[in-house]
Each structure stands twice: as C-alpha cells, then as structure tokens.
C-alpha cells in the first residue's frame, strides 16, 4: 500500500498501460484484458491487473497534468516494482500537418512546467522516450497498418489559454517542429529515467487547436482503439 495507491505488492504486473482517464483504464480493462482484477479505486484512481495475449498486464488512470502523474509513476516504480510505463493519451495538434486521428509516439518531451528547471536547477533536461519501447511501439504500429508520426510533443501545465494576451501560445514550439501538446509525458519520462525504468508516451490526436477540429464520442473510441492495441502490443514485447 502507498499513499495514493492501495494495491498490495505483487499485484501489480512490471508493464502497465498509463491513460490520464481512469474510466479509460476501466475500459481497457474490460474490453481488452481477461482475468481482470481491480486493484486500486483510491481516489477512484481505478488500476487493474490482467492478461493480454498470455501476459500479465496493468491498467491504471494517472489524473491530469504533471503532479498527478509524477505521484502515480513514482509510487508504481519504487513501491511496487513497475519497469515498463506506456502512458496512452490524447493530445491537441498545432500544426497544419498533423491531423485529429493520427497517432504520435513521443521520442522527447518538451515542456512548459517549471517541474525539471527546479530538479536540474534552472538547466535544461531532455527527457526522452525508452528507445527499445520506441522501437517495438513503431514496428507494433506498421505491423497494424498504421502510419505513426514520431518526434517531440509538448506537456504543457496550461490546458486553457489567455488567448487575448498570447495570442499564439504555441507557435514557438510549431516553430520548432514539436507535434501536439498534452500535459503529463515529461514527467513520465524525467521519472523513469531516475529510477531506472523504461517509459514511453503514445498520443491519440483528439482535437486541432489551430482548426476547432475535434473527433466525435464515437470516433474518440475508434481512434483510441488504435492506439490501446499499438500500446498492447509494446506492452507484451517487454
Ligand atoms: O487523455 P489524457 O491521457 O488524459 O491526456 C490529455 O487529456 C487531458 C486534458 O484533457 C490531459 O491529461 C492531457 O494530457
Ligand atoms: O492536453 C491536451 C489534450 C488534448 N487536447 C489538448 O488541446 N490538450
């Protein structure tokens, strides 16, 4: 039992699946795993621990943005002894070329929080994708037909933006080649890499910031099917 987690050690499996939605994790759990037990609703946090294909498999919701996630990723990697972490979330586009419905893995992340200039003490930290996750998530991905983008994504701690005071709040990261923008994979990443496990970020585009562009209840559910399955099968090359 951790502060925020009430699973028991050993009932968490080494590779989980990581979404910010924990009704998301609820329906990974329920449509894709078997032999499903729950392990944690603190918080209603839900986690879930299963099999996909033979292996043994979790699910947990990580919340929104950087603290939420750093406090789960934690407690998962030094009080129950989690080595893979594949967070899969949505995230917004900001250029022309990246489209609602495509799928990014994220080698690198960018970020907006102030969370790695205190770690590293006003210096700047690359955080950076687990490249054999990177690698087995985009071989997953071509093996499934789909043409996944991959390069640096944004966390931003801000979701909505004075608009009227920064105008083009993300043109100097467009400007820069970074892909889209969500809110928690710097840390994911900053985490891992300090306790030696491995993490990647897998991004369902859900909405186009420059375009109002946003996929349907219906067609959310599509294209995040895309995107469990890719993180599935990266979850069970591990
Ligand atoms: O879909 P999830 O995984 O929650 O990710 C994105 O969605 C939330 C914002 O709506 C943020 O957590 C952002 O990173
Ligand atoms: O963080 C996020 C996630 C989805 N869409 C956004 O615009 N931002």
Redesign the pocket.
């Known amino acids: 039992m951790s502060a925020h987690n009430e699973a028991k050690m050993g009932d968490i499996a080494e590779t989980i699946l990581l979404?910010?939605?924990p009704l998301?994790a609820k329906y990974i759990a329920d449509n894709f795993l078997e032999d499903v037990v729950c392990y944690n609703k603190v918080r209603n946090m839900l986690g879930f621990t299963g099999t996909y294909k033979g292996k043994r498999i979790s699910v947990q919701g990580?919340?929104?943005?950087i603290p939420s996630i750093s406090i789960y990723a934690h407690e998962l990697i030094t009080q129950y002894g989690v080595k893979n972490l594949i967070?899969?979330?949505?995230?917004g586009s900001f250029n022309e070329d990246v489209h609602v419905r495509d799928v990014i893995l994220a080698m690198t992340s960018c970020t907006d929080s102030g969370i790695n200039k205190n770690l590293f003490r006003g210096m700047d930290y690359s955080p950076c994708a687990d490249f054999g996750m990177l690698s087995d998530a985009h071989k997953a991905a071509t093996e499934q037909g789909v043409n996944i983008r991959v390069g640096s994504t944004l966390?931003s701690d801000i979701?909505y933006h004075d608009l009227e005071n920064n105008p083009e709040p993300f043109k100097i990261w467009a400007d820069y080649g970074v892909l889209a923008v969500?809110?928690?994979a710097t840390a994911l990443y900053t985490i891992a890499a300090r306790n030696k496990a491995k993490a990647l970020a897998i991004?369902t585009v859900?909405d186009h910031i420059l375009t109002g562009e946003a996929t349907s209840a219906e067609e959310r559910q599509t294209t995040l099917h895309t995107m469990i399955k890719i993180g599935l099968e990266t979850a069970i090359r591990q």
Request: a negative charge; aromatic letters at 4%.
């Open positions: 979404p910010g939605d998301r990580t919340g929104m943005g967070r899969i979330g949505t995230c966390s979701f969500e809110m928690e991004l859900s």
